[in-house]
């Protein structure tokens, strides 16, 4: 028996007429007119098949199919004549033809136009069209599509391919949610195994705020599918809508899926989709689960429940909703629309293969990304994209922020470990030790939404903020100690707004040592005072030069932040972009009157001023009022009871 790897393009590089046998070239038997070739008018005028000319080739005017020469039989390629021969295309990588593959063995190319260089030429023929069971040859303009049989390659690889009749489809595209007006493509695929797209393309419109589509009732060849948003989009960042438009992407299973949303997590994902299926041949199901799983690494999460990407909604309640949201704002960031869909488009590239996105590159941009959302973090700023979201009244909005927190501690301080996990439970302390970064030596704190700068004093837990190179607390002290009260003597104020001390006090000193200009004290040059070891008592340099002085020089047109709050106000809500804030806790004169609740608040320096006033010392303190934009210097008698913030030594 011969080599079944015959020639099987000789079948379509022959003239119109001998190629197909076409009616124009009469009825009679063309007979051996190409080498291994046959074209004869009806079956019975087939040579005899033998082992002389066995894996020669036969058409027979008006049959789709091609005959071979097989153990004395004449096997269709196409058909039903031969249950046991089969036959499917497979393109070549260069796209120039198509291999023919017949029960697992290569039996020839069939190329496009003279030699695969030109398409379709006088002198060839070529592939105009294709699927996995056909081939449409063009010869002279004129075309004919041959069958090749048994099972295609898609019922073959993909036994779960079903036509689909759908009512409907619906789902919610977001980044945020796209606008009113925004257009959404549903492109009919054909098979999960090849996700090649068909002529089955449909449009709809986003007709809501929330970003809600809906096709109605189709008829589908398969149940997967792909959907493509493009719009405008309300950014979680800004609050706003966005200046331009941005295109997203989703594959989708209709047979799992009566709903199927678009979003930033369909949208990393779908080219190594694509990749794993078509290359790697795993199931559309299995490819969507595994390259969801290595997004979420990229980002330090980890997801207890499965839940598909495009069954996650911003608007969700899930942990899987949060993660969304966390990635879309991680991903925002202060991008443009361009510059977003510019990095959405190098991730998804870089992923697509390997499943990492990796290298000095990929190194830099997370850390910048990681930057960006711990600022975002000490600011408060987590606080303020939450009400960004819940001000578009769409749904409840998930707690997003401790998967931002873990991003960026996981990425800039991975010696910290991972917040919540058995080896860090919450309220867990560290000290981070590392010297590449800007809070080495600073303590940390693992609390509900991952870690966050911080130490523990006296029972009590203190935030701490970073501005310029100075570490400071980010909230009044709590610290009871003699000559210290709580505003208009009421403990909730001592609670939420820290206690008020007197100059010696605040330094550690009785009164009897350092309460009056009768009886001045020597201090050192850092002093701890009431401060945890570690930490002290700002000096007027550390304040001025440190802290106020860039709010001064315009850089933050917003200075410090100043909350003339009732009593809910939360930490998060206490910072603003500067990432300090002064509460406007009032203070107690020397006279013991409480004033300036809501108005003022003053916090002390442990600078001496070098005159006096009404035989008082007067030492330098900041103070901050809700008239100025900007904070001041106060000058106040050391037994005026002022409020106090901790600096790390």
């Known amino acids: 028996m011969k080599n079944k790897c015959f020639s099987l393009w000789v079948l379509f590089f022959v003239t119109t007429c001998t190629a197909l046998g076409l009616a124009a070239c009469g ?33 027979v005017k008006g049959e789709s199919v091609v005959r071979v020469c097989l153990d004395g039989k004449w096997a269709e390629m196409g058909g039903t004549g031969n249950a046991d021969f089969s036959c499917k295309t497979e ?33 060839g023929c070529s592939v105009t069209a294709q699927t996995d069971s056909t081939v449409t040859i063009t010869c002279a303009g004129e075309s004919t599509t041959i069958d090749m049989g048994g099972k295609t390659s898609t019922e073959e690889d993909d036994p779960e391919r079903q036509p689909t009749s759908m009512e409907s489809l619906v789902g919610y595209t977001q980044k945020g949610p796209f606008v009113r007006g925004s257009t959404v493509y549903l492109y009919e695929l054909e098979s999960g195994r090849t996700l090649k797209q068909t002529n089955g393309n449909f449009t709809s419109n986003i007709l809501g705020d929330d970003g809600r589509y809906r096709f109605l009732a189709r ?44 979003n930033l997590l369909t949208h990393l994902e779908f080219e190594r989709v694509y990749y794993l299926v078509t290359k790697m041949k795993k199931k559309l199901y299995e490819a969507k689960a595994q390259a969801q799983g290595e997004i979420l690494d990229i980002f330090h999460i980890k997801l207890k429940d499965k839940t598909d990407a495009e069954d996650m909604n911003v608007f969700g309640d899930g942990d899987a909703d949060a993660a969304l949201l966390a990635i879309s704002i991680l991903l925002q960031g202060d991008r443009t629309e361009a510059d977003l869909m510019a ?49 578009w009244n769409l749904g409840p909005v998930p707690p997003f922020e401790k998967h931002i927190n873990k991003f960026w501690s996981g990425e800039l301080m991975p010696s910290l470990g991972t917040c919540g996990d058995e080896s860090n439970p919450v309220g867990t302390n560290k000290v981070l030790s590392d010297k590449n970064s800007d809070y080495n030596g600073a303590g940390f704190i693992c609390g509900e939404t991952g870690w966050y700068p911080g130490f523990e004093y006296e029972g009590k837990i203190y935030r701490t903020v970073k501005i310029n190179s100075l570490l400071i607390m980010a909230e009044n002290l709590n610290y009871e100690t003699e000559n210290s009260f709580c505003y208009a003597d009421d403990p909730v104020n001592c609670s939420k707004y820290g206690r008020l001390y007197t100059w010696a006090a605040a330094m550690g000193k009785s009164e009897d040592e350092c309460g009056s200009a009768d009886h001045g004290c020597e201090l050192a040059s850092v002093v701890q005072g009431i401060c945890p070891e570690g930490w002290h008592i700002p000096t007027s340099d550390e304040w001025l030069q440190g802290l106020i002085r860039p709010f001064w020089s315009g850089e933050r047109a917003t200075a410090m932040k100043l909350l003339a709050k009732d009593n809910t106000v939360s930490l998060d809500e206490a910072n603003n972009s500067s990432g300090f804030s002064a509460f406007l806790s009032g203070y107690r004169r020397d006279n013991e009157q409480y004033v300036g609740f809501r108005n003022e608040t003053r916090i002390w320096s442990s600078s001496q001023n070098s005159f006096e006033r009404d035989g008082e010392e007067v030492y330098i303190a900041m103070d901050f009022q809700l008239s100025t934009t900007t904070p001041d210097v106060g000058m106040d008698p050391k037994k005026t009871a002022l409020s106090v913030r901790c600096v790390k030594d």
Not at 28 to 57: H, I, M, R, W, Y
Not at 360 to 384: C, Q
Request: charged share 25%; aromatic share 6%.
């Open 219 to 262: 008829d589908l060849v398969s149940q997967y599918a792909m959907l493509v948003v493009d719009g405008n989009y309300r950014n979680e960042v800004t609050g706003k809508v966005s200046d331009n438009t941005i295109r997203l992407k989703a594959f989708t299973d209709l047979s799992k899926h009566t709903s199927a949303n678009v």
């Open 27 to 59: 009825d009679t038997d063309v007979g051996d007119s190409q080498s291994g070739l046959f074209v004869a008018s009806e079956v019975s005028k087939l040579p005899e098949c033998a082992a002389e000319n066995e894996g020669d080739q036969a058409v």
């Open 91 to 123: 393109e070549l990588k260069d796209r120039s033809g198509l291999k023919i593959v017949c029960n697992g063995d290569s039996v020839g190319v069939v190329k496009n136009g003279v030699n695969g260089e030109n398409g379709a030429s006088s002198e």
């Open 343 to 391: 990095l959405l488009a190098e991730i998804s590239d870089e992923i697509a293969e390997k499943g990492v996105w990796e290298g000095k590159r990929a190194d830099s941009i997370k850390a910048s990304i990681a930057d960006w959302a711990l600022k975002a973090y000490l600011s408060g700023n987590l606080a303020t994209f939450r009400k960004n979201v819940e001000q």
